[in-house]
């Protein structure tokens, strides 16, 4: 019997979770996520087999001025070989899909695809959304520290390249 849960997990829990999932990374850590989203806008989603867990998901929901509603993004979609023999990421994306729309969110953003991974593509497009392409991503130093050090090393790595060669 397969059975959601939304922020049920402690900050422990989860990382004793994303252990368990070859394809979560540092980014999807509790304290990571806090400081990138906020925590009051991050939630972390369960789908348990019984007692084990078959997929996670961690989402971030925000607040885009232009839009009625708010906006949830897809941070991490994990699933697990027993998740994925049952193609738990349909059934757990589907479950987060009737949470969002409950909570009054109006638009679902799973992220980018990628021509290295067709099969994340076509679960993509299996789950009925729309192809939107937009401009790269880009980052902001809230820390002025922070962005003068960012700067530093772009300077550092793209300033040789920029500067005029001497022609003799």
């Known amino acids: ?17 994303l252990r368990q999932f070859d394809d979560a990374t540092i980014y999807q850590t509790w304290s990571c996520g806090a400081v990138l989203w906020g ?3 991050l939630s972390h989603v369960v789908l348990r087999n019984g007692d084990e867990a078959v997929g996670i998901a961690q989402v971030a929901t925000i ?11 897809l941070v991490l979609a994990a699933s697990n070989a027993e998740g994925r023999s049952v193609m738990a990421s349909y059934l757990l994306q589907w479950n987060i899909i009737g949470w969002l729309k409950m909570k009054g969110v109006r638009s679902y953003d799973l ?6 991974h067709p099969e994340v593509n076509y679960f993509k497009a299996g789950i009925g959304g729309e192809n939107v392409s937009h401009a790269g991503s880009f980052e902001q130093c809230a820390n002025p520290l922070s962005s003068l050090f960012d700067r530093s090393l772009g ?11 001497k022609i003799s």
């Open 1 to 17: 019997m397969y059975s959601l849960e939304v922020d049920t997990v402690s900050n422990t829990e989860w990382s004793a979770l």
């Open 155 to 165: 300077i550092l790595k793209y300033g040789r390249k920029r500067l005029p060669r």
């Open 111 to 116: 992220g980018g695809i990628s021509p290295i």
């Open 63 to 73: 607040q885009v001025p232009i839009f009625r509603g708010d906006t949830a993004l």
């Open 39 to 41: 925590a009051d806008r």
